[in-house]
């Protein structure tokens, strides 16, 4: 089935600092999501991604989807505390009779004030 | 209520007991999926309800592992003769639609601990 790999799988950042995570795929995605999990809570939407190149921008946060549509990547400028927790991308797998949504392993972030 | 509710929030059992975890999703919301998702990983597909049926239940793990949503609202994750790897946080979560076409509420998760 579809797997989505992230990179890297901690990181280690100054207050101030930018952060950016990666999500890859061997294969050409439908669309990408990317999620957001705090330390003891839920994952969290965080947005969609469907065309091919689209930018999104969320405040401090910026969302890319690749040409190929094999990869994604997360940016976030001036990292804050509030950013800590683990950043999730999430693609449609059609390895199951309807598709499901599989998740990468995650980028942990922690931001040091 | 607003938002995805999971009960127990916390479940310890013996090894080899049943277990049910429930999951009220937001109302009105058609699909409805479980994932688990162990420590310092990303959450594990499960299984995926459209309405009252299972669209796709191909993440359980074995058939120890069943799941219903019988009038396609409250869903009902059930595990026999629990295994010590069966701990986990099973989460579960909503959407208006399908996965196609926008986001995932997830609920607070049920953590289950099988000593």
């Known amino acids: 089935g579809q797997q989505v790999m992230q990179i890297p799988q901690y990181q280690h950042v100054q207050e101030g600092e930018d952060f950016t995570t990666y999500c890859n795929s061997s294969t050409t995605l439908s669309n990408i999501q990317w999620y957001k999990q705090r330390p003891g809570g839920h994952p969290v939407f965080l947005i969609q991604?469907?065309?091919?190149?689209e930018v999104k921008k969320q405040k401090r946060l910026t969302f890319q989807f690749g040409e190929a549509k094999k990869n994604s990547s997360l940016h976030i400028t001036a990292t804050q505390t509030t950013d800590v927790g683990t950043y999730f991308c999430a693609a449609i797998n059609y390895g199951g009779s309807q598709g499901n949504l599989i998740f990468g392993k995650g980028t942990k972030l922690s931001v040091k004030p | 209520g607003a938002g995805v509710s999971q009960t127990p929030s916390n479940k310890v059992t013996e090894k080899g007991k049943y277990v049910e975890l429930r999951c009220d999703p937001i109302s009105g919301h058609t699909a409805l999926y479980w994932y688990r998702q162990s420590l310092g990983q990303g959450p594990e597909f499960l299984i995926y309800?459209?309405?009252?049926?299972?669209?796709?239940d191909s993440g359980l793990p074995n058939d120890r592992f069943f799941a219903v949503r019988p009038e396609g609202s409250v869903s009902t994750l059930k595990i026999q003769r629990t295994e010590r790897g069966d701990s986990a946080v099973y989460l579960c979560?909503?959407?208006?639609?399908?996965?196609?076409?926008?986001?995932?509420?997830f609920g607070e998760g049920s953590r289950l601990t099988v000593l």
């Open positions: 309800f459209q309405g009252t049926g299972a669209a796709d």
């Open positions: 979560a909503s959407s208006l639609y399908s996965q196609y076409t926008g986001e995932l509420f």
């Open positions: 991604l469907v065309k091919s190149g």
